[in-house]
C-alpha cells in the first residue's frame, strides 16, 4: 500500500476504515482526527469531483499535512464542535465519519510534545498548545484524591492509590516538570515485569485529563447521530478500553452510558445498527509492520 510521502505513518485499520465508510463518489465525509491526513488522502482517493471532505484537527501542525485539493477543507478545532462548523460551512447532513482516536504518531515522535516516557521533555502533552494546562500544571494543582481519580477512571493500574501517593510525595521535594521527573517519581510503584506499560498508563491518564479527551468523545458521538443522513456510516477507530467502552455502548444504545431504552416489543432502542458484530482488530501482518497498531480496535455502525 503507497501512501503520500508527507503521510505521517500508515493509520491504523486504513483500508478496513474506509471500506467501512462505503464511500459515494458524490459524498460528503468527515475526518474528525486528520492528523498526519492519512485517512483522508484515502478518503480523496475514492470520492469524485464532486465529493467533499472535511478534516478536523485543534492542532495546528496538521495543517502542514493538509492535501492541496479543492475537495478538502481543514478545520482547525476539536472534534467536540463539529456541528457548529459544518453548519458554519453550509452541511446540514453527511454520508460518513471517521475518527482514529488516541495521539497521532507524530505527537510521540516528537519528543518536546511531552506525550512519552521515554525522551526527557516538558510535560506538556496539549493537543492545542495555544491554551489550557499542561500536564506539568495537572500534577501541581490537583490534590491527592484528584490524581487517584483520574488514574482510577482513565487506566486499568492495579494499584492507581500508590502512584497518586508517589507523586505527591515527589512534587513536594520538587515540582515535577518533565518526564523523565515523573517516570522517577513513579517507578518505586511500578510493576518492573510491567514497567513500559504501566508508564503508559500513567501517561495516558495524565493526556486524556488535560485534553478532555472522553467528553470531547461525548459530544461528537452525539453530534453524529444528528449529522448523519439515514444510511450514513460511522467508523471509529480505538485504542484503550474505556473510549472503545463508550463506543460500543453508544452504538448498542445510542447513549455512551449503554443505557438501555425499549420499545413496545422489548427491542432495545438506538439510531444505529452496528455493520460488524464484533470489533475489527489489526492483522498480524499490520501488527508486525506497526506495532502501535496492536490495540486498535474499529467499529463501524449505519445510521437508521
Not at 25 to 36: C, H, K, M
Not at 217 to 229: A, C, D, Q, Y
Amino acid at each position: 500500500m503507497i501512501m503520500d510521502e508527507t503521510t505521517y505513518h500508515i493509520p491504523a485499520l486504513f483500508g478496513e476504515a474506509l471500506d467501512g465508510l462505503n464511500i459515494k463518489p458524490d459524498g460528503v465525509y468527515v475526518d474528525v482526527t486528520f492528523g498526519g491526513g492519512g485517512h483522508s488522502r484515502g478518503i480523496l482517493k475514492r470520492l469524485g469531483e464532486e465529493g467533499r471532505l472535511y478534516g478536523f484537527d485543534r492542532d495546528m501542525d496538521s495543517f502542514n499535512n493538509v492535501p492541496d485539493d479543492d475537495r478538502f477543507t481543514f478545520v482547525h478545532s476539536n472534534f467536540r464542535y463539529i456541528s457548529n462548523f459544518l453548519k458554519y460551512h453550509g452541511e446540514e447532513k453527511v454520508d460518513g465519519i471517521l475518527a482514529d482516536l488516541g495521539v497521532s504518531f507524530h505527537h510521540f515522535d516528537d519528543a518536546e510534545r511531552g506525550f512519552s516516557f521515554r525522551n526527557n521533555a516538558p510535560l506538556d502533552m496539549r493537543m492545542n498548545q495555544r491554551g489550557g494546562k499542561t500536564a506539568a500544571d495537572v500534577l501541581a494543582e490537583y490534590d491527592e484524591s484528584q490524581i487517584l481519580t483520574l488514574l482510577r477512571t482513565y487506566t486499568d493500574l492495579k494499584k492507581p492509590h500508590l502512584i497518586a501517593k508517589a507523586i505527591v510525595k515527589a512534587r513536594s521535594e520538587q515540582p515535577i516538570t518533565t518526564t523523565f521527573e515523573l517516570v522517577e517519581a513513579v517507578k518505586a510503584t511500578i510493576n518492573p515485569r510491567q514497567e513500559k506499560k504501566e508508564l503508559a498508563q500513567v501517561f495516558q491518564a495524565l493526556r486524556i485529563e488535560v485534553n478532555g479527551e472522553m467528553e470531547a468523545l461525548r459530544k461528537f458521538l452525539e453530534s453524529s447521530i444528528t449529522l448523519l443522513r439515514t444510511g450514513g456510516r460511522l467508523a471509529v477507530i480505538t485504542y484503550h478500553s474505556i473510549e472503545d467502552r463508550m463506543v460500543k455502548n453508544f452504538i448498542k444504545t445510542g447513549n455512551v452510558e449503554g443505557i438501555e431504552e425499549k420499545d413496545f416489543y422489548g427491542r432495545v432502542s438506538t439510531p444505529w445498527k452496528a455493520v460488524t458484530r464484533s470489533p475489527i482488530v489489526p492483522s498480524e501482518e499490520e501488527i508486525e509492520r506497526n506495532p502501535r497498531s496492536r490495540s486498535a480496535k474499529l467499529r463501524i455502525a449505519e445510521k437508521l
